[in-house]
């Protein structure tokens, strides 16, 4: 196999570190397998796709209601208990 030296920022080093942990694989498979999936999408020809870009007409055609139900705990009372 060859080997690749990268520079990354300090940020990005400490996520890749926990993933590892948490994976319990090497730094070195999670930035291959990251690295496959990319250019393998990048051949294919797709491109990343976000909920908001399946969805997007969806936005905003309500009427009515809270604008922001986070912005009056009343609306979260009772929620998640049966």
């Given amino acids: 196999m060859n080997t690749l030296t990268i520079k990354i920022s300090p940020q990005l080093e400490s996520e890749l570190a926990a993933a590892s942990a948490q994976e319990h694989l090497s730094k070195s498979v999670l930035v291959r397998r990251a690295l496959e999936l990319y250019l393998a ?42």
């Fill in 41 to 82: 999408q990048r051949k294919s020809g797709r491109s990343f796709v976000s909920a908001l870009d399946k969805a997007g007409d969806l936005v905003g055609c309500f009427k009515g209601g809270p604008r922001d139900l986070a912005s009056n705990p009343a609306h979260l009372e009772g929620f998640g208990k049966p």
